[in-house]
């Protein structure tokens, strides 16, 4: 049975959700909170550390400071604090900062499943009723994801479409994805990061009034493509993953559900891939760990491939 509905406008998708009696209990079972991090085993771990050849690290994460592209009104802002100076004879200073943010939810961002509902319906029908609280939520909170090391795969979509990068708004199809991943004699496996490269991300820090307004991404119809593929988590370096706004003006952000709320899978998001892409990083050690933010909806992430 279909989980989801469908409708066309020209030759985009639109998307409504599946009823909850459709989607609940998850594959993983009634009451999981972990979704596709149930793959993390020591065997899934195993497999993706045989991938480490030379040890080369590529960092995928940006540095976070307060000129970054920050959407919805969020804010980073980092205050130094005045040094201070400790009791002693050897004049030990010492220095800290404060940080007020979204730390959940800014810069390189990794999506919890407690981020984004369908009406009040959350990942496997927890209700947000019950499971938010104002001190975060008592059901599917981020530190519930521990430490993720898997395979990760490198989609290069705007190689594909020889571009540096995809025009805004540009809506990535089941097709590209499959062509991209043939042009690089690769496969997705359950429990991988699937990550996606559209070179959007060359905007960040540049043009943050364009990497914000509108960008390329995956629309339903490859996200439920990508689903299918059962991955750990689906990534891109642009501002939310999936193509934005929606080419229908009445829906918002439908990837977003469809990955975290009705099928588990984590989202990550504002990568940075240029590097990765220009290696032809097509396959990896994909590390990285949220922080544990109890309750929280997301995590601030510093993601790394190893090859």
Not at 93 to 121: C, K, R, W, Y
Not at 189 to 207: C, R, S
Not at 257 to 273: A, D
Request: one cysteine or more; charged letters at 20%.
């Amino acid at each position: 049975m279909a989980l989801f509905a469908v409708s066309w406008l020209g030759s985009a998708q639109s998307w409504q959700p599946p009823a909850d009696s459709a989607r609940c209990p998850s594959k993983w079972g009634a009451g999981d909170q972990r979704g596709a991090g149930n793959h993390i085993k020591p065997a899934n771990t195993l497999r993706a550390l045989k991938l480490v050849k030379t040890g080369e690290t590529v960092e995928l994460g940006h540095v976070l400071n307060g000129s970054i592209p920050l959407l919805n009104n969020r804010r980073f802002d980092l205050h130094t604090k005045r040094t201070f100076m400790n009791a002693g004879s050897n004049r030990r200073g010492s220095n800290e900062e404060l940080v007020v943010s979204e730390i959940g939810q800014v810069g390189t961002q990794f999506d919890g499943f407690a981020h984004q509902a369908i009406g009040d319906s959350l990942y496997n029908c927890f209700s947000i009723d019950q499971a938010a609280t104002r001190n975060g939520f008592q059901k599917l909170g981020v530190e519930n994801v521990g430490a993720l090391i898997t395979r990760g795969v490198l989609i290069d979509v705007a190689a594909l479409k020889g571009v540096a990068m995809l025009a805004a708004g540009y809506e990535i199809t089941p097709g590209d994805l499959e062509q991209a991943l043939a042009k690089q004699r690769m496969r997705i496996e359950p429990g991988d990061a699937v990550i996606i490269h559209t070179g959007f991300g060359k905007l960040w820090g540049k043009d943050n009034a364009l990497y914000s307004k509108s960008s390329p991404g995956i629309g339903p119809a490859a996200a439920e493509w990508l689903a299918k593929k059962d991955p750990l988590l689906v990534g891109a370096d642009n501002p939310s993953v999936e193509v934005s706004p929606n080419p229908d003006p009445a829906v918002s952000l439908p990837v977003h559900q469809i990955m975290l709320v009705v099928h588990g899978i984590h989202l990550l998001e504002n990568m940075k891939l240029d590097e990765l892409a220009a290696k032809g990083g097509w396959e990896f050690a994909f590390i990285m760990q949220p922080l544990k933010i109890q309750g929280g909806t997301g995590s601030t992430v510093a993601p790394v491939a190893v090859h």
